[in-house]
């Protein structure tokens, strides 16, 4: 059967009409940009609305299947399906994507989502808040072109609601704070505003603090399992075991992800940097280009430490995050290169030791 996209390209003249299969699953003129009809015919567009560990699974018009692992994509993706090679299927540009350091000792990228327009970073006002975790997700979202937004959930268990949100309002003047019961309907009215149709959201945050229940509310069922958190520490348990695109009934696109008990970025110095505006526009007025803000004379950051202006915690927790980024987004080559020159200094200097007690 061959079918028709013409009405996925750019035209002049809007038609009124009910959207198609691919267009509820967010199809826009940036996708359409970058292809012609004859390619979308031959290769018909798809998203990958879940990944396994065998494989994708896609949908599109009068499209749904797994794909094997091949194509460089994400759960979110949009793709060419070849449907006679599609290992090589190809991948079109991308709004947004989410990525990580891989967990473990190796320094593999990990691809987390794609053409995602909000990320809602989910904490609970319990013992799994953190400030340092939130500007870590958030760092994440703006490097990833995503507009964050932080949800509060188990708003109800808490007389003291008022801290966490002015906890929250700490990380980025830039990120919108919402406190809520993930429960009932509360979350579709709290969250409307992000969650208009074709548009795609992704929760992101620890396991346990309610990012089934919040994507369950907006599904208006209850789709996806959940677990309590443990008493004692108010750790999460892993409910959600795979990355997967949900539809609610108002037309958006909901992802809910694994808890991530492993955070690290990479590539990611323009997101630290967009969290930490303040502290980069103090380093930017220091009276030396290459001040190390420690006993620098005329350091602004260390004048506005010792004012109060600005929380040493939170500067600490900049500079680690920076230090931690450098040393991710360094190649395995530099890496090396840099283990070899300091191994030739510590060798040279013991040798200079050794000299010298002859």
Known sequence: MVRDYSAFLPSATPV???????????????????????????????RVVAVHRSGLQVAGDEIKEAIPLGPDATVGDRILLDPARPRSSRVLERKSLIKRRAPGTGREVQLIAANIDTVFVVTSCNQDFNVARLERYVALAFEAGIDPVIVLTKAGLTDD???????????????????????????????????????????????GVGKSTLTNALLGAQSIATQ?????????????????????????????????????????????????????ALAASCRFTDCRHETEPSCTILAAIEDGSLDAARFNRWRKLQAEDAFNSASLGERREKD????????????????RKR
Not at 20 to 33: H, I, K, V
Not at 166 to 188: H, I, M, T, W, Y
Not at 343 to 348: A, D, E, I, W
């Open 16 to 46: 009124r009409r009910e959207p198609t299969a691919l267009e509820r699953l967010g199809w826009d003129p940036t996708f359409s940009s970058q292809i012609d009809a004859n390619a979308m015919t031959e290769t018909p567009p798809v």
């Open 161 to 207: 609601i008022a801290s966490y949100v002015e906890e929250a309002q700490k990380v980025s003047d830039r990120v919108p704070v919402v406190a809520l019961d993930a429960r009932g309907e509360e979350p579709s009215a709290a969250l409307a505003d992000w969650c208009k149709p074709g548009r795609t959201v992704a929760f992101l945050g620890s396991s």
């Open 228 to 280: 309590g958190i443990r008493e004692d520490d108010a750790r999460g348990r892993h409910t959600t075991t795979r990355r997967e695109l949900h539809a609610t009934p108002s037309g958006c696109l909901v992802l809910d992800t694994p808890g991530m008990r492993e955070l690290q970025l990479t590539n990611n110095a323009a997101g630290i940097a967009d969290v930490f505006e303040d502290i980069e």
């Open 340 to 355: 070899r020159a300091f191994g030739k200094l510590v060798r040279s200097a013991v040798k200079v030791k050794l000299d």
